[in-house]
């Protein structure tokens, strides 16, 4: 349940879950993401451009020309959030990951004093959960890594970070899904597409509250696979 | 499809298809994108009587120059623009914006630049041949997503369009001039997170447009805005309008192409019904921001659509 309701300008609502950072809280803005999605695309509730999930935020923006804050504020006050569900449709990934292309899992491996194989095996034996997608079009960040591999951003963020490249940042992971530059530790690369924009239908791989797990893959499975 | 279609002999600066924006997609990272000025889009497609979600042609400062290597169309040239059209004598006519204009195979269109302002948009009859992505034809070149591969038009790219001329008339409509570098807002979500005297200094000194604006934000130069919270909060949604503020406590205005999640507090945002003022304003105007209340915002958005609905009634035939 949210703690607060505000305006954001005069076409946005900010539902604030608080100031934490977990799955159960982010698992209610999903929820609540997902009924306002379904309560708009029935035609219940009108007027809703976008609706965007993050870790305890809910932040919906909303045609002038056919509702207001007012409105959508009485809407969000009769939600029954004990009534709510996580989505039906709520998958689980296998992602392939390349660890060859782990750029920084040296450097990792030193700081965090622990082996490069041990921190592949931490990470591959993780069920990350999708707390949000954003930034740039199907970036998902996801949680929780084991607190033994928690890592700072690097001091000075790389101008180049190739497509498909996977990294960590405290307890999060991420996935690039285009060449930018970045300051997450990578430690591997996936050949596999995350953002399709000629694809209408399902431009996205992964939706916020999806599970996803790591499949490790050799450098030759993952050539084969990036042609495909 | 026909074969129509308009060579680029000249991109411009900034030159891209856009439509009323595209949404629904931004829990999956998608900004909006779409016309920076809806009122000037949405009299371009009015003057040539395309729906009103019809992509357009929008350009910054300097826009497009287009041989028209076949067909015939009729077409439309909305905001402050300069622009001339050549016959294929190469003889010249000074074009007029806010009215339409039939154009020949062989001849063209320079637009050669917005006068004192930033956006122009250039719409045709039956509109441009290009494909949606997700239900829009809008831009978004950061990501590479909607017509010509997500980029920005570009040399001897060819623009193709849906259908040859079939009015007859032409049309103009009258537009009031309303520059205005007075934008109003609303306090934002972190507003407390500022000093009282910034917040004072917000909404009483002015604030530069610096040249590091895009399609994606606006950033100014001013009195340093001082954050005695926190200079970084978690990543939340992003809505356009929104006034973030840094550590450096220069605020970057959030526009169309915005980052769809972002982790800066916000002083304020820019009403709906100053948006398009908003971005119009060219590199180096100073702005001057004024707080109003939410039911202010309200009725000024209501006044500023009733505006819009009077400007196209005022749709006529040129005799």
């Given at each position: 349940m949210f703690k607060k309701l505000s305006n954001i300008g005069d076409c946005g609502i900010l539902c604030d879950f608080g100031e934490e950072v977990n799955k159960s809280i982010n698992t209610e803005v999903i929820k609540l993401f997902h009924y306002v999605k379904k309560q708009s695309s029935n035609g219940n509730l009108l007027g809703i451009l976008n609706c965007t999930p993050s870790y305890n935020k809910l932040i919906i923006n909303f045609d002038l020309n056919k509702t207001n804050t007012n409105r959508i504020f009485d809407f969000l006050k009769t939600v029954d959030f004990s009534k709510l569900n996580l989505s039906e449709d709520n998958k689980e990934w296998t992602i392939p990951i390349c660890y060859d292309f782990g750029m920084d899992l040296k450097n990792m491996s030193k700081v965090l004093k622990i082996d490069k194989e041990e921190i592949i095996n931490i990470h591959l034996n993780t069920v990350f959960f999708v707390y949000m997608i954003g930034f740039?079009?199907?970036?998902p960040f996801m949680g929780d890594l084991d607190a033994k591999l928690f890592l700072n951003r690097l001091t000075t963020p790389r101008v180049k970070i190739p497509a498909g490249s996977i990294g960590i940042v405290e307890k999060f992971c991420n996935i690039y899904p285009y060449e930018s530059p970045g300051g997450w530790n990578i430690i591997g690369k996936t050949p596999k597409k995350i953002f399709n924009s000629r694809d209408s239908t399902n431009p996205c791989l992964l939706s916020p509250g999806n599970t996803v797990k790591f499949k490790s893959i050799s450098k030759k499975e993952f050539e084969k696979l990036s042609n495909e | 499809m026909n074969n129509n279609f308009f060579e680029v002999l000249r991109p411009g600066i900034n030159t891209t298809f856009q439509d009323q924006g595209r949404f629904n997609l931004q829990h999956f990272g998608v900004a909006p994108s779409g016309c920076m000025d809806y009122e000037s889009f949405t009299i371009a497609n009015a003057l040539v009587s395309n729906d009103k979600a019809e992509g357009v042609l929008e350009f910054a400062y300097q826009g497009p120059l287009l041989k028209l290597i076949k067909g015939q169309t009729k077409f439309a040239i909305t905001g402050k623009v300069h622009f001339k059209i050549i016959n294929s004598k190469s003889e010249t006519i000074n074009g007029e914006c806010n009215r339409t204009y039939d154009i020949e195979e062989g001849e063209q269109i320079d637009i050669l630049a917005t006068n004192k302002t930033v956006y122009g948009y250039l719409a045709i009859e039956g509109g441009f041949s290009v494909s949606p992505f997700c239900n829009s034809v809008s831009t978004l070149s950061r990501a590479n997503i909607g017509p010509n591969e997500g980029k920005k038009i570009n040399l001897k790219n060819k623009i193709f369009f849906k259908k040859n001329r079939q009015e007859k008339n032409n049309y103009f409509i009258n537009v009031q001039n309303k520059n205005n570098n007075l934008i109003r807002v609303l306090r934002g979500p972190q507003h407390n997170y500022f000093s009282d005297s910034s917040k004072k200094d917000f909404c009483s000194k002015n604030y530069k447009i610096s040249s590091l604006t895009d399609r994606m934000g606006m950033r100014l130069e001013g009195t340093i805005l001082k954050n005695v919270v926190s200079t970084n909060i978690r990543s939340e949604g992003i809505i356009k309008g929104s006034i973030q503020v840094p550590a450096d406590g220069q605020p970057i205005v959030l526009l169309n192409d915005h980052p769809t999640i972002g982790g800066y507090p916000k002083i304020a945002n820019v009403i709906s019904a100053d948006y398009d003022l908003l971005v119009q304003n060219v590199l180096g105007t100073n702005l001057l921001f004024k707080y109003i209340e939410l039911e202010e915002a309200e009725k000024a958005f209501k006044l500023y659509s009733e505006n819009i609905k009077e400007t196209l009634e005022t749709k006529s035939i040129i005799k």
């Open positions: 740039v079009p199907g970036h | -």
